[in-house]
């Protein structure tokens, strides 16, 4: 039975998907210190282990999930949690020897942390809490996986001094500012060994200037320790690279690479991951990039055979390849047959070239997605601010980190930051969105995904883009500013969503060769579509628009009578 007491009753889904009766009713009276919130079979659930499940969640939390929101989605998790850990107990999940092991090393990893919480508050200044750190690090059994990492934060002054009398960051970090760093991922092909690797970092490296960036760098007095678990986790790694992972003459850096979407395809933005790493850990240090994403079998297969050829055809690669001294692959879809370990004197040819010979040609040699992200960004630019308000453009030339809406031209922007890949079961984050005046008394928002083949839009793709903008809109802003140009300010209103019409579209390249929409599939659902024709020098283009609803062919024939397109696009309605 589950008690609540001062909480809304919601379905429990997930219990009644795995069989678990429950039953619900209010409790009255006052309850003693702590206050029990909720009773699982007799069990309660008080203010302090709804606090804990805080420290743990908390930070991967939005923002704008707080005050007693953000108390009654920890109560939830926490009703869940233990509604769920109880079916594992009966079907006797909780007995095998994986289970025993990973419970005993939470365990050290808590009591690690008791301890040095409590000797830190002890220490009065830096020299007695290095000492206070060193003691406690002793105490503690001589086990890789279970060495935890206290955070000292010095002041800005301390980190520019040491830096100008040419210290290295990482130098710095690992001696006056230890930052407790964790890894979590949630994609269906990560293996087991994937997530022992990231517990290892856990335990064994420093956050690199973050406890949250996928970066992080083990200082080299550990490498051996570190080298030794990972052989452990990996056995199949060779000797080679186990020695040049003990290696102790230089810090090791490590990024952690998802790097593929589901489907195999590249997740564009971890392409900077590598290189951001090398730029803070500098020169005298070496880079591990670790990749765990669903890379295609065909990436793994080149990357094993031909390594120098697979950065030549593959960004993400390229970005990894270019900076790494050493990587390290481990997922579901990695052939047993390629290695796990791979060190640079592997693809050292691509960087043989001090001066590369430059071949720029001034023509657009082959079109793709990245061109029609370009030609829609600049084509509706071009409208004017009265118009049009572009509220984010797809990379390269734009960026993720949010969304921005106006609900005409004069008032202000609001912005959505943090975006989630997806938003609401059934949505699909767009490429662009962009706010459309003199529409009727309500904006249009529309949401666009550019692709580089027509045949690639996927079915029902139109309801999943608009789906994902409403549900965003549902949420409060982050922050908002009165102008282009002007301070932005957080959001501390009460969110009212004022009236939008959501339209979808699609957009790709088309040629001289064939007709504007040849090759469009049924079923994307989609309220427009805009095929993009550039000219042979690519100074120019053509934007073929045709609505396949009743509302998009409104939109795309209010689009086309625009007389302020700019002078390099041609609009042409196609009915």
Known sequence: MIVFRNAP???????????????LMIAGGVHAEPKVLAKIDGVPITEDDVNDA?????????????????????????????????KAAADKM???????RRMAYYHDKLAMEALLTDVAAKAATDEAEHKAYDEAAKAQPPVPEVHARHILLPTEEEAKAALARGQSLLDYLSEKARLAWSKTAYIDSLTQSALDFMALGAGQSLGLTSSSLPLSFVPKDRRGSFATAAKAIYPDMTKEFEHWLAGDQAHLAIAWVMGFKPRGDDARPDRGLPPLTKMLAGDEAEVLTFVYGPAPVSGWKMLAADPVKLAKSNGLWEAILAVSDGVIADNSRKPDSTPRGYLKKEWAAILKEDNPPLSVEPRVLILGEQDVDTAIHVAFESLGADIAFEGMCNPPGGDWSGISFRWSPDTPEHRWLTLPRVSA?????????????????KPICLCIESKE?????????GPRLKRYAEALFDGMPSIHRTQKGADWSIYEKEWVLQPISFVSAGAYPTSSSTAPFAGSKSGTNLDMQIAVKFANDGKSCELYLRGDTST???????????????????VILVS
Do not use: C
């Open 9 to 23: 009753l919601r379905p429990r889904g997930l219990a009644m998907a795995l069989g678990l009766g429950v039953t």
């Open 54 to 86: 805080l420290q743990d969640i908390g930070p991967g939390l939005p923002q704008k999930l707080d005050g007693p929101a953000r108390q009654q989605y920890a109560l939830d998790y926490l009703i869940d949690m233990k509604l769920v850990a109880k």
């Open 94 to 100: 909780d007995a095998d020897a994986a289970f025993t």
């Open 425 to 441: 079961e059934g949505a699909k984050r767009p490429d662009h969105v962009f706010a459309l005046f003199g529409h009727g008394n």
């Open 453 to 461: 083949k027509i045949g690639l839009l996927d079915a029902n793709i």
């Open 552 to 570: 998009g062919k409104v939109i795309a024939k209010k689009l086309q009578s625009h007389q302020t397109w700019g002078s390099f696009v041609k």
